[in-house]
């Protein structure tokens, strides 16, 4: 009890504290936060932006650093863009965070995240849930989930947003960036007539 209650003074402090802190917002800038990093929804949307805009500051926000091999393939590219790889835990971290005209996260970007601090804060997820999340586990919305988060359907938008705290018109039904790779133009993987599949890809867990 103690504990929590010394977490909410301190995100209180912080949050008030970032508010008088002015950064100025870079519109060309987009962030992008998964875990683990590079992976998931936030990495097969950064490929589509990466590989079919130019001129953008893209910026992914890491746990862990990249070997000098894995950062130079993925400069290379596509060098009309200008690619960042920070630590999220870091003052350099947040500052772009904040800068940012438009944050893509799967998980909680950080513990301070709030409606109208800095960027405006996409919530990609990290696939449709059967199981309780957010208001559903805790009962109450310990967290900012976004200003927008996506679904694959209808009935996902309404579970979305109640247990994301997020309106109902800003769960965008657009489907999964990551699903995209089975459908495209250029690679049609699941095209046979009549072919019933049957697909199941539980989450791995060490435990």
Same mark, same amino acid.
């Given at each position: 009890? %103690? *504990?929590? *209650?010394?977490?909410?003074?301190?995100?209180?402090?912080i949050t008030f504290s970032l508010r008088f802190i002015f950064i100025k917002k870079n519109y060309k800038k987009i962030?992008? &936060? =998964? %875990?683990? !990093?590079?992976?998931?929804?936030? +990495?097969?949307?950064?490929? @589509?932006?990466? !590989?079919?805009?130019?001129n953008l500051i893209l910026v992914w926000l890491i746990d862990q650093n990249l070997s000098k091999t894995k950062l130079s393939r993925l400069k290379n590219k596509n060098k009309n863009n200008k690619l960042l790889f920070i630590r999220k835990k870091s003052f350099r971290g947040i500052y772009h965070f904040l800068s940012s005209r438009i944050v893509f996260f799967t998980h909680i970007p950080y513990f301070f995240s709030q409606k109208n601090l800095g960027p405006t804060q996409i919530?990609? +997820?990290? /696939?449709?849930?059967? $199981? $309780? &999340? /957010?208001? @559903?586990?805790? #009962? $109450?919305?310990? @967290?900012?989930?976004? !200003?927008?988060?996506? =679904?694959?359907? !209808? #009935?996902?938008?309404? &579970?979305? =947003?109640?247990?994301? /705290?997020?309106? #109902?018109? =800003? &769960?965008?039904?657009? /489907?999964?960036?990551r699903n995209d790779i089975l459908v495209n133009k250029k690679n049609i993987?699941?095209? $046979?007539?009549?072919? #019933?599949?049957?697909?199941?890809?539980?989450?791995?867990?060490?435990s």
């Open positions: 009890m %103690f *504990k929590q *209650k010394l977490y909410n003074v301190i995100k209180k402090i962030s992008f &936060i =998964s %875990f683990p !990093d590079l992976s998931d929804n936030s +990495w097969y949307l950064f490929n @589509y932006i990466n !590989d079919n805009r130019e919530n990609l +997820w990290h /696939g449709m849930p059967i $199981k $309780k &999340i /957010g208001v @559903y586990r805790h #009962k $109450k919305l310990l @967290y900012f989930y976004g !200003d927008f988060a996506i =679904s694959t359907s !209808d #009935k996902y938008s309404e &579970i979305l =947003s109640n247990a994301f /705290g997020i309106q #109902k018109k =800003s &769960i965008l039904p657009f /489907g999964l960036p993987f699941f095209n $046979k007539k009549n072919l #019933k599949l049957v697909l199941w890809l539980p989450t791995f867990r060490n």
